[in-house]
């Protein structure tokens, strides 16, 4: 029997699931089995007690995109790219962004094309030194995709994203950092532990609070100024009504801990 390509474990104590992209030998790099695989793990992962999640790649590279080898080259049966994107790539970017709970991407070593649009789909990025992010489609003739175009103009500007997605060039984790790409650059012996911890203070927050301000800061890309205001307004109203607001407050006026319960 063939080793799972994604391999997954949800701590019970802190309630931080680690979602490993395991094809080691092979930067791991994505195939259809590999994304059967990660789609049952994040069903799995969703339906568990888990409040924050991790996603990182085994060996010396976070991902390296797409595997080439797992797609048909023959003349009479080439690949249909928009099909491979439209039935893998695209669900899983809008479904790593839709996720109520906060995702932390790990970045190890390289992540290369989809790879490196894969770790900007998540919330939050955390590299090791050696991490490095690379548009790597332009060398092979094609355009960034897995949301690609979107994420990269948002993070860094379009005239940034041009000059990644045009040179196919390396972007160092330390650059990516100042670029605003990653949220911290951590020694590469630290970066599991740095991301545990990370995921596990998210956990701590009140669920529907995470959940709300996931959704407000990335719809604030299509709204309009006014429209914002609403839609703050109306989280506030749903979330001041609710227990974690009352036990937030209440923790802060007799000076404990709270102990958010997720109503």
């Known amino acids: 029997m063939s080793e799972k390509s994604i391999l997954f474990h949800i701590d019970g104590d802190s309630r931080v699931a680690t979602l490993t992209l395991n094809r080691p030998d092979k930067l791991n790099s994505f195939t259809r089995a590999m994304h059967g695989e990660l789609s049952h793990a994040l069903?799995?992962?969703?339906?568990?007690?888990?409040?924050?999640?991790?996603?990182?790649?085994?060996?010396?590279?976070?991902?390296?995109?797409?595997?080439?080898?797992?797609?048909?080259?023959?003349?009479?049966?080439?690949?249909?790219?928009?099909?491979?994107?439209?039935?893998?790539?695209?669900?899983?970017?809008?479904?790593?962004?839709?996720?109520s709970l906060p995702v932390i991407a790990a970045v190890n070593g390289t992540a290369a094309g989809a790879g490196a649009n894969l770790a900007m789909a998540c919330d939050l990025i955390v590299a090791g030194r050696s991490a490095s992010f690379i548009q790597a489609f332009v060398k092979i003739g094609l355009v960034p995709d897995s949301g690609g175009t979107w994420l990269l103009p948002r993070r860094v500007g379009e005239a940034r994203?041009?000059?990644?997605?045009?040179?196919?060039?390396?972007?160092?984790?330390?650059?990516?950092?100042?670029?605003?790409?990653?949220?911290?650059?951590?020694?590469?012996?630290?970066?599991?532990?740095?991301?545990?911890?990370l995921a596990a203070q998210l956990a701590q927050?009140?669920?529907?609070?995470?959940?709300?301000?996931?959704?407000?800061?990335?719809?604030?890309?299509?709204?309009?100024?006014?429209?914002?205001?609403?839609?703050?307004?109306?989280?506030?109203?749903?979330?001041?009504?609710?227990?974690?607001?009352?036990?937030?407050?209440?923790?802060?006026k007799e000076k404990r801990a709270p102990r958010f319960e997720g109503l």
């Open 43 to 99: 069903t799995e992962i969703e339906a568990s007690n888990a409040r924050a999640l991790v996603i990182t790649g085994a060996g010396r590279g976070f991902c390296a995109g797409q595997d080439l080898a797992d797609l048909d080259f023959t003349p009479d049966s080439m690949t249909d790219l928009g099909d491979l994107i439209d039935e893998f790539f695209n669900p899983l970017v809008r479904r790593l962004q839709a996720m």
């Open 205 to 252: 927050h009140p669920a529907s609070a995470v959940a709300a301000i996931k959704h407000a800061i990335r719809a604030s890309a299509n709204n309009t100024l006014d429209q914002q205001l609403d839609l703050e307004r109306d989280w506030q109203r749903d979330l001041g009504a609710s227990h974690d607001y009352a036990e937030g407050v209440a923790a802060f």
């Open 161 to 197: 994203a041009l000059g990644l997605a045009l040179t196919g060039e390396k972007l160092s984790a330390e650059r990516a950092e100042a670029w605003g790409i990653v949220w911290r650059v951590v020694d590469d012996q630290d970066l599991q532990q740095t991301a545990a911890q």
